[in-house]
């Protein structure tokens, strides 16, 4: 992981977002959080000029994350990526192997005009007996970000994007 510095100026952000999946209703025995309700949701609005530090992400459930792990059928991912750029934020989707505070997922964007963060959810859950009579699983998760506002950061990311020494010295 990179370590920066964030400016003073920096906002600081924390969208978040839920995602259901009902017990049986396109598949016997399943709670399948791969339906479009669950597909490309509004995460936040990213602004022009502007550069995003993706830093930790905090996940859970409304079941236990024993329960949870016990009940996976297909591994759940998640994906972030922009509606106007159509590009994914991270190359794959990042699994959700447990409910957890403060994951690393650091990454980088930048936004030369405005556009949406999005999030879909997928994957599937089978009902074990810790989970009978649960109608719905619902999992939540939370962004940690900063924004920094202007396009000098910019401007200097992206002059030489693989350069981490040059990332860093745009932070001091």
């Not at 920096?10 to 479009?36: E, H, M, T, W």
């Not at 939540?140 to 910019?154: D, V």
């Amino acid at each position: 992981m990179i370590a920066l510095r964030i400016p003073t100026s920096a906002r600081y952000l924390c969208p978040s977002q839920s995602f259901f999946a009902d017990f049986n209703v396109d598949l016997d025995g399943k709670y399948n959080f791969s339906i479009q309700a669950n597909q490309n949701k509004l995460l936040m609005e990213l602004k022009a000029n502007t550069a995003y530090i993706f830093s930790v992400m905090d996940i859970g459930g409304n079941v236990s994350e024993e329960k949870y792990l016990d009940s996976i059928d297909v591994m759940p991912q998640i994906v972030f990526s922009r509606r106007l750029k159509d590009e994914f934020i991270y190359r794959h989707p990042i699994p959700i192997v447990n409910f957890s505070k403060n994951s690393d997922i650091s990454a980088f964007l930048t936004c030369d005009q405005i556009d949406d963060l999005l999030v879909s959810f997928n994957g599937r859950l089978t009902q074990t007996a810790d989970l009978v009579g649960k109608l719905t699983v619902k999992i939540f998760i939370k962004l940690h970000m900063h924004a920094i506002e202007g396009t000098h950061y910019i401007t200097e990311y992206m002059s030489d994007p693989a350069n981490p020494e040059k990332i860093k010295a745009m932070f001091r």
